[in-house]
């Protein structure tokens, strides 16, 4: 489960959503664990991973279905450290996010030949623009190089066929 940010020591509804999900997949898999994933950022007491647990644990999950990841700052540390934690042979693992984060963390996850699917948490209306343009600006500046490729390619179709004029 990857962290979203804390106020203090407090979950956000956007990352209790993300938990909310993880907890809801717990249900069907009563033999898997959370792993929270997050450090702890500029103006948080704690660690993200460290709310997301006492969140969990608030509304019921095990402490033993529990492990924590302190390290990271960002989604590619939240994958990478993540799966560090992992002892498991060829583990089914499952990253939740926000709906709007899923397909840039499993651009992460497979760049890092993590094998995984994605569950996306809900995500409030009013945080779509800005979610959007955030997540777009993130997927441009990692698959940036593809894209002046394919521009390049483009711009010498169009000089072959029309020519300079």
């Known amino acids: 489960m990857l962290g979203a940010g804390i106020i203090g020591s407090?979950?956000?509804?956007?990352?209790?959503?993300?938990?909310?999900?993880?907890?809801?997949l717990l249900c069907y898999n009563p033999n898997a664990v959370l792993i929270m994933s997050g450090g702890q950022g500029s103006g948080e007491d704690i660690p993200e991973s460290k709310a997301m647990a006492d969140y969990a644990i608030d509304k019921g999950v095990s402490a033993e279905k529990v492990i924590l990841e302190q390290k990271s700052v960002s989604t590619e540390e939240n994958l990478r450290f993540?799966?560090?934690?992992?002892?498991?042979?060829?583990?089914?693992?499952?990253?939740?996010?926000t709906a709007y984060h899923m397909l840039?963390?499993?651009?992460?996850?497979?760049?890092?030949?993590?094998?995984?699917?994605?569950?996306?948490?809900?995500?409030?209306?009013y945080f779509t623009l800005n979610a959007f343009i955030r997540e777009f600006v993130g997927y441009l500046s990692l698959t940036w190089k593809k894209h002046i490729i394919v521009i390049g390619i483009n711009v010498c179709i169009v000089i072959a066929v029309y020519g300079f004029k």
């Open 10 to 24: 407090r979950v956000t509804p956007l990352l209790a959503a993300r938990i909310e999900k993880g907890m809801e």
């Open 104 to 125: 840039r963390a499993l651009i992460l996850a497979k760049r890092q030949g993590i094998k995984c699917v994605g569950f996306g948490a809900k995500t409030k209306w």
């Open 82 to 97: 993540s799966r560090e934690l992992i002892k498991k042979q060829n583990p089914q693992i499952i990253v939740v996010t």
